[in-house]
C-alpha cells in the first residue's frame, strides 16, 4: 500500500487533523508535512486516539509525520461505555468565556470540525443564544445543514427563538419545546456542553 502524502504546511487546525483523519479512514495511513507545533501535537494525538502508530521527524520539508494503522478497529462512531444517543447541547452562540470575537471562531470550527471530522451526534440542541446559529446569516448554518442531512436531529428551543425574536428566521431544524428538549437531554448516554 502507498501512503498517501498530505501537504498541510500552512495550515491552522483543524485542517491537518481533519485530513489526516479522512486519508487513515480511506487508506490506513498517510504521511503529513506540518510547519507549526499545534498541528504536529494535535496530528500525533489524532493518530494514538484511532489506534494508529505515528513517527515524527523534522525534515528540510517541515515536520514530517507518518501514521500507520495498528490494526482494522472501525474509525468511525463513537465508541464509548455508556448507552444512549450522543447530545451536543449548544447554549450560545460563541464558545467559551472571554472575547467575544475569538468565542466565535472558535464556535465556527467547532461545527465545522464536529460536521466534517468527528463522529456524528444523535442531537444536537439550540438553545439560548445559541438558536440564532441555526438561523440565516449563521456563519455555522452550512455545517448544520450537512449535519442535519447526515441524520443528526437539530432541535431548536421555540421559547428562546420568540425571544429573540428570530423565530422567522429559522433556517434548519425543527422548533422544539422544553419538554422535548428535556427527554432528550435524559436520554441521553453522552452529554456534550458548548
Known sequence: MTEKEIDAR???CPAPVLMAKKAVEESGGCVI???NAAARENVSRLAR???????VEETDRGTRISITRKNDEELSGVTSPETGPVVVVVSADTMGRGSE?????LVRSFFHTMNEGLPRPDAVIFYNTGARLATEGSEVLEDIRAMERKGTEILVCGTCLDFLKIKDKLAVGTVSNMYTIAETLFAAGRLIRI
Open 33 to 35: 508535512y506540518v510547519d
Open 10 to 12: 500552512g495550515l491552522a
Open 101 to 105: 470575537d475569538l468565542g466565535k471562531v
Open 49 to 55: 486516539a484511532l489506534g494508529c502508530a505515528a513517527t
